[in-house]
């Protein structure tokens, strides 16, 4: 199993910036992917930023203009740097993992941004 903590969440203003981290534990060995989604309320959890075992990130959409995915493998540590953030950001924020054996997500961390 993979056991997923995230930090970074909390109030800024837009246009503003916020990082985001995600510390794994456990099998990471197994990990083949990497990735941060969002909720926010009312709204389906989507894909922010994902990253692959070989250092590939993928994004969709526009996400790429404003949020960069990175990883620390020495710290077992994921990032998800977030810049000019808009109120429409506001959201629940999950650190994701998918092994070969089954998907694992942490417990989520508040993003909100403020007018």
């Known amino acids: 199993q993979v056991q997923l903590v995230e930090s970074g969440g909390g109030l800024v203003q837009a246009g503003g910036s916020l990082r985001l981290s995600c510390a794994a534990s456990?099998?990471?060995?197994?990990?083949?992917?990497m990735g941060w989604y969002r909720q926010a309320p009312g709204k389906q959890r989507e894909l922010v930023a994902r990253?692959?075992?070989?250092?590939?990130?993928q994004y969709p959409g526009s996400m790429k203009e404003r949020f960069i995915i990175s990883r620390d493998n020495a710290k077992n540590t994921m990032y998800l740097q977030m810049n000019s953030l808009r109120p429409e950001d506001t959201a629940v924020y999950y650190c994701?993992?998918?092994?070969?054996?089954?998907?694992?997500w942490g417990q989520g961390t508040q993003v909100t941004v403020s007018s």
């Open positions: 994701n993992s998918d092994t070969d054996t089954g998907r694992y």
């Open positions: 456990g099998s990471i060995f197994s990990i083949n992917r």
């Open positions: 990253i692959i075992s070989d250092g590939t990130t």
